[in-house]
């Protein structure tokens, strides 16, 4: 075989590898946040803190606001994060707010892009939403967890 020809597939293994590795997968979940949200970073238990309502704040002055999708995305936060079945969710709500232990629960929003458009005009908004739908030419961040973003092996919300 020739060297072209060996230099050729090289590259051409080595952009699909590129793309395997870069481009979320088909059940990935991401965590997308307002542009003015001063972390690109969290750890799992971090993001936990945060829809468990034991966080309220990115900084003094900017509050966390969560957005969570009616869909699928939804589940897989219950399943993974909340590790709550839909009525222990409700309930652990209904008792957080009764005992004045947090301002507002999450919101529902019924798609994802929904979420992302709330997500650009609230600072300090956090949704979770399908990764596959989330839009480049918007200013979001998506937040790694653990150091991973959506579609790298051992990330998180699948």
């Not at 590898?17 to 088909?26: C, D, F, G, R, S």
């Amino acid at each position: 075989m020739g060297s072209w020809k060996i230099r050729f597939i090289a590259c051409l293994h080595v952009s699909v590898l590129a793309l395997a590795i870069a481009a979320p997968a088909a059940n990935d979940v991401a965590v997308v946040v307002n542009p003015e949200v001063p972390v690109d970073n969290i750890s799992f238990g971090e993001l936990r803190q945060l829809l468990l309502a034991e966080r309220v704040f990115w900084s003094s002055k900017l509050r966390v606001t969560i957005l969570i999708p009616a869909g699928r995305e939804r589940l897989v936060v219950l399943n993974t994060v909340y590790q709550m079945t839909e009525a222990q969710f409700r309930q652990f709500w209904i008792s957080k707010l009764f005992r004045a232990q947090a301002v507002a629960g999450p919101k529902i929003v019924d798609t994802d892009e929904m979420a992302i458009e709330l997500v650009t005009a609230i600072p300090g908004a956090l949704a979770v939403v399908d990764a596959a739908h989330v839009p480049s030419h918007l200013n979001l961040k998506v937040l790694r967890i653990n150091g991973r973003r959506p579609g790298e092996r051992g990330y998180p919300l699948r």
